[in-house]
């Protein structure tokens, strides 16, 4: 499976951007996709997921209610819609796919992923 991520940008603090992550190859065999990022100096953290089957979703307490994971399977699409932007939400963000059964339990986890997009950069300014 290839991911290719886009959508980033500098956008002021309070403002909105949408992340897509396009996936190819064998998408049929793709459980859960996510979104992670990463701060410089920071290490990667979990952002959001969304079975590809069912819809059903997981959000980091740090953008629920704020960030909206959903997917197009038509298109081969997940976007991530970014709502109510903060300084802290400036990272590099990464869509990545699970072609594993994985537990909800594991969605937030990094290393159960195996294919990883090539991010893209989400800038929000003070």
């Known amino acids: 499976v290839q991911l290719q991520a886009s959508g980033g940008g500098l956008v002021q603090a309070g403002g909105s951007l949408r992340l897509s992550c396009v996936a190819s190859?064998?998408?049929?065999?793709?459980?859960?996709m996510g979104w992670f990022r990463q701060a410089p100096g920071k290490e990667r953290e979990f952002v959001a997921a969304?079975?590809?089957?069912?819809?059903?979703?997981y959000y980091a307490d740090s953008v629920k209610g704020r960030f909206t994971i959903s997917r197009n399977n038509a298109k081969n699409t997940v976007y991530l819609q970014m709502n109510s932007l903060k300084p802290e939400d400036t990272a590099v963000y990464y869509c990545?796919?699970?072609?594993?059964?994985?537990?909800?339990?594991?969605w937030g986890r990094g290393v159960e992923y195996e294919h990883w997009g090539q991010g893209t950069q989400v800038t929000v300014s003070s």
């Open positions: 990545a796919a699970a072609v594993v059964p994985l537990r909800p339990t594991g």
């Open positions: 190859g064998r998408t049929f065999s793709v459980y859960v």
């Open positions: 969304i079975s590809w089957n069912t819809g059903s979703t």
